[in-house]
């Protein structure tokens, strides 16, 4: 069975070296000491490793059942649920006037990081209540709040997110899912909703549903879709649980992964359902929390990386096949262990650069959110805007093909379920294609957000890079990062030029690169966090660092990603630069 | 339900336009008029399209069950085998003498792919025998040929190979399963094996295994190990099935996908077995037709792509989501296809053309290999065996890629496991894994073929590209070609010159760049293939083809490769020259 523990130097070292959060203007950081932090990421560290990680192969294995409309959840989450709760640990972002701990959002992703690493599955029961809660926290009513929010925070409640139908999903301007306007205020929402993930299953007492629906009489398209809160069971004045609404789950979907969570078919027959939000504004509503969602996704893909990666290593060690080429390294014993081999090197060395690279990018990203809300920062909410459809899209696409390569290191035990390095890799296939497909996350990058607010935003990010390269530029220390990060940033702005020169003519040739923009972006970002952690590295050795072989590899893994992984910018600019006119070139018939 | 129409009229283009099969001087292919092999390729396609490629999801829902020692195949699979058995579709390449029709191993390798993409899990019951087979034929004395070979042609008996055991995959030296010789000439085989495919299972009449085992007192390590014909029923004089042999099924695997293939660990306990080929040369005897397992494995990677597109191109041009950017094409629609947007189209061109570059490669490998074996061309079986690794490691980490890009084109409904999609990139993955890791297929290009016979094959190939090119650098129609083949072979020659360098001094150095090196002589070979085809196209054109659109549509895809694909060769070069030391710099606790 694999194994999680959780990676928590490396977590605090970004904490507390690389971002150094106790330093940070933003409200409520200061709060954030070494010591304070350490005891969360200790403790959260043990009940994702003890508790959740155990019941990872479990879920996968047993899945969600339904039947008479009521759902299981497989042996043993319910009581690893209720410790998370008890633990207060469904909170620890959540607003302290509903019962949370109020920490940043940041400590909240560090948490959330280890919850999907032991257990994705389970992490989703959390994570889409969460996100129900931060709707309701920022366009519920007062009452709305003080009914749900309470209850949401301790998730003795859940929440789920009710957007895609049969028919529709990207293109939510399709949908169909109706509300009729009530004498008393409220609606009756009827229709089929389908994907809804923890739609029904039996950790809570009540399920809180935000549906999208058109209201009796709305303009057509998206610009007609509002927000509805729909309770599982009513809620009295008393606070307590009521009458079953008209809701129920139809079906639970077989999937590739993510069994241990119930993928529901919702079917809504005349439930009550009430605003939240303004009529019309329901994808204002359901987004105001996109930055939040995407930016948590782009960490699943981190998540899945790293537990299939220590699981690849343990294995790498263990395992003993062949010959080192320079001679024997276990003499002894009847052949050498995996790890010798360069190409098992090079796989575990992949990994581990993309894992350390990527927590770096999303805690960076997540401290942007903070400092967006927190202290209301322009620049980091324009900033954050920008870079989340990079977090979402290039760390679920790389994430997903490292655990490829995690389970590509046990051969043919990977492909067979006993170790569960197959589980890693369909767990993390779903990373790519929910909250929003890569290819929109492309689309919005390209199509979107580089334009936003007059270019200002990537211009700023431009500024970032270069004024950490003119700073450091002759430091002899840093130059096998500073001299790849400039290629690589000079790669990405000309990729931008091409599009600003071309896509004025013809919008397709800037959409016909845009998944390689968002790649190459990716890459600029790690080489960015890559050359900060470098940095920091070197200072601490310079320093006389209490654990100078922590920093020494640090520098050796970053220089791994920047000969290694950094290069692909080149051929991303290739491909953007070649146009729309051989993507584009052929009749759909051809196909 | 995903379906598969086989995509005769590109094998037929390849067969006869590109390989001019007809006109090679090779023993049989006389035979192989455009007539013949359309009307070979006409009817593969039927039964494949029609029989068994509607059993695939079956086969991936039911899998095999287990009870009592008999193995249970799904639904429908053994009335498919027999219909495929009756016609004759088992032996086409088999020896005449023995009841094949001596078809060439090209047009073997033609309806294995439609075999594959049909139904992967399936077409494994029959390769294995043809695995096992061809073993035999080479190896077996008169005797055991006549008593085993023709029953095999007909899959009226299977085959299989037996190497792996718990401790032991790519080390097959530290092999433990005994072979204790018997008064009678025979032996007594005892031993687990595991990861045996098509171990057990109800589908034949006999299973005949091929089992590696150490003599009592064998040398130690992969000198002493020798290959024995061990059959499930022993075979009576009269060539009729007798008593039970001493080997069983112990458990059945689960695994990520193939399940309609039963996957088993096989318990040999005084197994009667008879010696096949030199003691102590099993290794020998079991990889006589290494390139052929090899070669075919990377056309899996193909198939699954194949078929996995075709999917991806019907949803993409039904599904009716968003607006294409210059302006709706479906106006009267509530939205456009999925087709109509960029990145979608980037996507299907990326399968569509590794498709038809990987059918060209696999094809002309076939066909070298024909040429080895059938005109003893010694020139044909040092390049086919050069390319072998990069035919099966290449081909098939591409090939999984692009199922994962046609899952992603169905967005959630690629993910649940109704469409099929899921399963496409579950049964790709083993591709990956089996038949020697692609890990191991890089070491045996860097660390074996590069230098075999002195380096003789990689310069006759670096040959065949150069005359190519010298042959075509004044077609201004082929210059999209042309140019970017050059540059990628000279990043070939430039990483092939660095290992000749680097290696000589560290060995690390070279196979820390093998992966690389592997991906970037896939490219290679892909770019020629493409620029071949182009040139067949463009005379076509020139010389008033009957279906121009078929060629125009070939260059444009052509092009696609060139322009899209072809760039990864620098980001491999420059990979490859970053040499060791960041890939072999950690101490393994560091991992």
């Known amino acids: 069975m694999p194994s999680y523990i959780a990676p928590t130097k490396d977590m605090q070292f970004i904490l507390q070296e690389l971002l150094e959060v106790e330093n940070q203007e933003i409200e409520g950081y200061d709060d954030l000491s070494a010591d304070f932090t350490s005891a969360v990421l200790e403790e959260a560290g043990k009940i994702t490793g003890e508790v959740l990680a155990p019941l990872n192969v479990v879920g996968d294995k047993e899945g969600c059942t339904l039947e008479n409309g009521v759902v299981r959840t497989p042996t043993g989450f319910k009581e690893a649920f209720n410790e998370l709760c008890d633990g207060g640990w469904t909170g620890i972002a959540a607003d302290p006037e509903y019962g949370g701990q109020g920490m940043p959002y940041l400590m909240g992703t560090a948490v959330s990081e280890m919850l999907s690493s032991s257990n994705q599955a389970f992490a989703m029961y959390q994570g889409l209540t969460n996100g129900a809660y931060a709707s309701i926290h920022a366009h519920g009513s007062a009452e709305q709040k003080a009914t749900y929010l309470p209850n949401m925070t301790t998730c003795k409640w859940t929440g789920t997110m009710n957007l895609t139908e049969p028919h529709c999903g990207t293109d939510l301007g399709l949908m169909r899912t109706k509300a009729e306007p009530q004498a008393d205020g409220s609606y009756k929402i009827s229709g089929q909703k389908i994907f809804i993930s923890a739609g029904e299953h039996d950790m809570s007492d009540n399920i809180i549903h935000l549906v999208l ?199 043919g035990h990977g492909y067979i379920e006993e170790h569960g390095m197959s589980q890693f890799t369909r767990d993390a296939r779903i990373a790519m294609i929910y909250e929003g497909a890569n290819g929109v996350q492309a689309l919005d990058l390209v199509g979107r957000k580089l334009g936003t607010d007059g270019g200002k935003h990537v211009m700023a990010f431009f500024e970032l890079v270069k004024s950490f390269i003119s700073q450091n530029k002759d430091n002899e220390a840093l130059a096998d990062f500073i001299d790849p990060l400039k290629q690589a940033s000079k790669d990405l702005q000309a990729a931008g030029m091409f599009f600003m020169q071309e896509g004025m003519k013809n919008p397709n040739a800037a959409l016909a690169g845009s998944n390689d923009f968002m790649h190459l972006f990716g890459h600029v970002c790690f080489g960015l966090m890559w050359a900060r952690m470098a940095k920091v590295a070197t200072e601490a050795l310079d320093g006389n660092a209490d654990d100078p072989e922590f920093y020494k590899n640090k520098l050796i893994t970053g220089r791994y990603y920047m000969a290694r992984q950094l290069p692909a910018t080149g051929m991303l600019l290739a491909r953007i630069q070649s146009g729309a006119d051989t993507v584009m070139g052929l009749d759909a018939d051809a196909f």
């Open 213 to 411: 629906a058109r209201i009796t009489g709305a303009p057509d398209g998206i610009k007609g879709v509002s927000l509805f809160i729909v309770p599982k069971f009513m809620v009295n004045e008393d606070g307590s649980e009521g009458a079953r609404n008209g809701v129920s789950c139809g079906a639970i979907e077989e999937k590739m992964g993510i069994h241990g969570n119930s993928t529901c078919v919702m079917n809504y027959d005349e439930a009550t359902g009430y605003l939240l939000g303004d009529e019309h504004k329901g994808m204002r509503a359901m987004f105001t929390m996109m930055n939040h969602a995407r930016l948590g996704v782009g960490m699943q893909g981190l998540a899945q990386a790293e537990a299939a990666y220590q699981n690849a290593v343990i294995y790498a060690k263990d395992r003993l096949q062949g010959r080192a080429v320079t001679g024997p390294e276990n003499p002894d014993g009847p052949a050498d262990p995996l790890i010798v081999h360069p190409d098992i090197r090079r796989s575990l060395m992949d990994q581990k650069s993309f894992c350390e690279g990527a927590r770096a990018f999303t805690y960076w990203g997540a401290m942007m959110i903070d400092k967006a809300h927190r202290s209301n920062d322009k620049d980091a909410d324009g900033l954050i805007s920008l870079l989340t459809p990079v977090i979402k899209g290039f760390i679920t696409d790389k994430g997903y093909d490292m655990t490829v390569q995690a389970q590509q290191v046990y051969g």
